[in-house]
């Protein structure tokens, strides 16, 4: 079978961790048999001035057509200026995850052994942390309706807050099933002290809870989740949360595993499945082989396992990676004393070396 992948390398660093994904799978089909067909498309702010837009009909059209979508990262402080609608964060990236159906985006927050001490907490906080963050992706205040108006003294800016009964379901039922096969605890964070959103977001989450009586559901707020995942992070298995909780959350996790570099993110629910590292694109060290591929290569091994369920090749650039950071192989942004510094290229040529060895 020929899977295939769109490839939208984005802006900043994105064409250089891509890139180095792509050399990673490429191992993967000569050592498992495996075929895959990449087609790369334009998006973001490289594309705006040809294209008006950064994210072009050709592009979403390729998404649709491919069996998945590997992106790297977009936006940049060069187009802060524009209309919200046409900057690429606004207008390439939540476009392109609801044109595709993508309601969960799945977020493997793992502190590999080697980088335990890379991460600014203690090792006796954070050893042993692994969480899979589970985060709506099509609901919440992002995509809800966005208005100003002239009001005496100046303007007033409105954000709606939207969820219906479905959306928390489908995310809901994801989760608990997420949980089931882990070690069955789920944590659901809200705002149900404050958010009517919230509320009926508790509700639906108790009613879907008399199906999986064999996991234990826990409500937290949202405030109290920040400050416990900084101070126990290992209570957590699953969490489970709205869009906006979730993308705050996330970033602070990161934190955990040493850099956000490392953080592989699979966005799932439609058809197709858009993999990509939950960093952003960094202009500050584009083009200059310091960016950290692991996020993007992990993203790719998310790939194997959902899109192509392939779990012994997905399994195999996991272990890949781990054993280049217990061989000291460090971007500056994970660099440790006693490590050898590596660039992008180089990250990404020892993991096909470890993986093609296994």
């Not at 900057?87 to 793992?110: D, M």
Request: charged share 25%; net charge negative.
């Amino acid at each position: 079978m020929v899977y295939k992948i769109a490839v939208l390398p984005g802006d900043g660093i994105g064409p250089e961790i891509v890139s180095e994904a792509v050399k990673v799978l490429q191992a993967c089909a000569q050592k498992f048999g495996l075929t895959f067909k990449f087609r790369e498309a334009p998006v973001g702010g490289a594309v705006i001035e040809a294209a008006g837009h950064p994210l072009p009909e050709e592009t979403v059209a390729l998404c649709r057509k491919s069996d998945a979508v590997l992106l790297g990262a977009i936006g940049g402080p060069q187009w802060d200026h524009l209309p919200v609608e046409r900057r690429p964060e606004a207008g390439a990236l939540l476009p392109l995850r609801q044109k595709l159906g993508l309601f969960a985006n799945l977020r493997p927050v793992i502190l590999y052994e080697a980088l335990i001490d890379a991460s600014p907490l203690k090792r006796e906080i954070v050893e042993g942390t692994e969480i899979l963050v589970i985060r709506e992706l099509t609901g919440g205040l992002y995509f809800g309706e966005k208005k100003r108006q002239k009001i005496p003294g100046g303007e007033q800016a409105t954000d709606t807050l939207v969820y219906t009964t479905p959306e928390i379901e489908r995310i809901g039922r994801l989760a608990f099933e997420s949980a089931s096969k882990r070690r069955k605890v789920l944590h659901s964070v809200d705002k149900a002290n404050v958010l009517e959103s919230s509320r009926l977001w508790r509700e639906v989450m108790d009613r879907l809870h008399d199906q999986y009586p064999d996991v234990e559901l826990i409500h937290m707020y949202v405030d109290n989740a920040a400050m416990q995942l900084v101070r126990q992070p290992r209570q957590f298995d699953v969490i489970v949360t709205e869009n906006m909780f979730g993308d705050i959350l996330t970033d602070q996790a990161s934190v955990l595993t040493g850099s956000i570099g490392m953080l592989a993110s699979a966005s799932i629910g439609g058809k197709v499945a858009l993999y990509e590292p939950a960093h952003g694109s960094a202009p500050d060290i584009a083009a200059q082989n310091k960016a950290n591929p692991l996020a993007t290569i992990l993203s790719a091994a998310l790939m194997l396992r959902y899109s192509f369920n392939h779990e012994k090749a997905a399994a195999a650039i996991e272990k890949a990676v781990a054993q280049v950071l217990d061989d000291g192989y460090r971007t500056p942004d994970i660099m440790q004393p006693g490590c050898r510094m590596a660039g992008t290229v180089e990250i990404g040529d020892r993991v096909v070396e470890e993986l093609l060895a296994l």
